[in-house]
């Protein structure tokens, strides 16, 4: 079991404090499926987007476990589940991979704005034709004197419609397989690049996200993250990121819906008894409580293992499977313990269902985590 340090517990007591605030409105937003500027101007200020960089950048210069541990109380504190998917995306897929490969130019350019949320993020690598084959994507980036120009279209990019930055994954040579994929670092009023209207979405509804269309989109050299064809190897870290700290906060709201449904289940009386006192619903609690602590040391430990510089290519896998899943069977066991007042809007818990229900698909599907393992494993053998 990790312990967590006196200075660890301060960042994370120090973001519950903010929370309340984040809360106000969220139904309302929920039901509207309105982005809240002012909601994320409050999450700026708290700190929060800038766990993970340095300093000098006017972050707070934290590694991987602490900013997990944090975030993980952005999960259990705040409610708006889409408010929280929206930080964690401009977090892991802008910030970091501009940390972590970007130029000193890019870092001092674009991290302050990053690490403060006056400049939002975003991350563009799927496309309506390849989905999770990424191999195949379709948007080109062509070199052009000091520049690249990019042409093709990007979906399902969340932050998009909201978005100042977006790191754009094109193809820069067509023969080269994953050494062929560059990552790009587009302003949003670069001429070429165009937001498609908000597309409307099953939950997650206050984290907005549409098309992004590039049409000739010249971008200067400066702007690439890494060097050209290593945007695979870019995309790789950031995946990575992604699924601990997008699922860490998942993990923080199965702990909220778990407290949730204990003192429902102690209060909530029928038949002239606590709910709780019957076996299919403690049953139903008790597996709430190990679903959440397994994926909780799922995740947790593999982050352990990737700050140690270890492969944990199966581990993350495994992670994001077993955390998806819990999110998924939790929300819905939630539900189920509070009856008919779970399946209504004011208590909350059918939006967590909803929301839920996306991280078996974002990040990697269930199906292909699934067959990432089975390769690690000598299972697929597929000739030609």
């Given at each position: 079991m990790l312990e967590w340090t006196e200075e660890q517990q301060e960042l994370r007591a120090g973001l519950r404090r903010w929370c309340d605030a984040l809360n106000d409105g969220r139904a309302e937003r929920e039901r509207a499926s309105v982005f809240d500027h002012t909601a994320w101007k409050l999450v700026g200020e708290s700190g929060v987007l800038g766990l993970p960089f340095g300093t000098e950048w006017g972050g707070l210069g934290q590694g991987l476990l602490t900013t997990m541990y944090v975030l993980e109380e952005l999960g259990h504190s705040c409610r708006d589940g889409g408010l929280s998917f929206s930080v964690t995306t401009h977090m892991v897929s802008t910030g970091v991979p501009v940390q972590r490969f970007g130029s000193a130019y890019l870092k001092d350019r674009y991290l302050p704005g990053i690490c403060e949320g006056s400049t939002i993020g975003a991350h563009a690598i799927s496309e309506p034709?390849?989905?999770?084959?990424?191999?195949?994507m379709r948007t080109t980036a062509t070199r052009r004197g000091e520049g690249w120009v990019l042409s093709g279209s990007k979906t399902f990019v969340s932050n998009g419609p909201v978005a100042d930055l977006v790191v754009v994954y094109a193809r820069t040579d067509p023969d080269a397989g994953p050494l062929g994929v560059t990552a790009f670092l587009v302003e949003r009023d670069t001429p070429g690049l165009s937001v498609g209207r908000p597309i409307e979405k099953m939950g997650l509804r206050t984290s907005p996200f549409a098309e992004v269309f590039l049409d000739d989109c010249v971008v200067p050299a400066a702007n690439v993250i890494g060097r050209p064809g290593g945007g695979f190897l870019v995309l790789d870290h950031v995946m990575k990121w992604e699924i601990l700290c997008s699922f860490i906060?998942?993990?923080?709201?199965?702990?909220?819906?778990?407290?949730?449904?204990?003192?429902?289940?102690?209060?909530?009386?029928?038949?002239?008894?606590?709910?709780?006192?019957?076996?299919?619903?403690?049953?139903?609690?008790?597996?709430m409580r190990t679903a959440t602590e397994t994926a909780s040391r799922w995740l947790y430990d593999t982050a352990t293992r990737m700050e140690r510089g270890e492969n944990v290519t199966v581990d993350i896998a495994t992670s994001k499977l077993v955390a998806s899943?819990?999110?998924?069977?939790?929300?819905?066991?939630?539900?189920?313990?509070?009856?008919?007042?779970?399946?209504?809007?004011?208590?909350?818990?059918?939006?967590?269902?909803?929301?839920?229900?996306?991280?078996?698909?974002?990040?990697?599907?269930?199906?292909?985590?699934?067959?990432?393992?089975?390769?690690?494993?000598?299972?697929?053998?597929?000739k030609g």
């Open positions: 034709d390849s989905g999770s084959d990424a191999l195949n906060v998942n993990v923080g709201q199965m702990r909220h819906r778990l407290e949730r449904c204990v003192d429902y289940a102690r209060s909530r009386t029928q038949f002239g008894q606590p709910i709780g006192s019957f076996q299919s619903v403690a049953n139903r609690i008790v597996d899943q819990a999110n998924v069977d939790t929300a819905l066991s939630a539900v189920q313990v509070f009856g008919g007042n779970g399946y209504t809007a004011e208590y909350g818990l059918e939006a967590e269902l909803r929301d839920a229900v996306a991280g078996v698909i974002y990040s990697g599907t269930s199906d292909i985590q699934r067959n990432r393992i089975a390769r690690m494993m000598g299972l697929d053998k597929r």
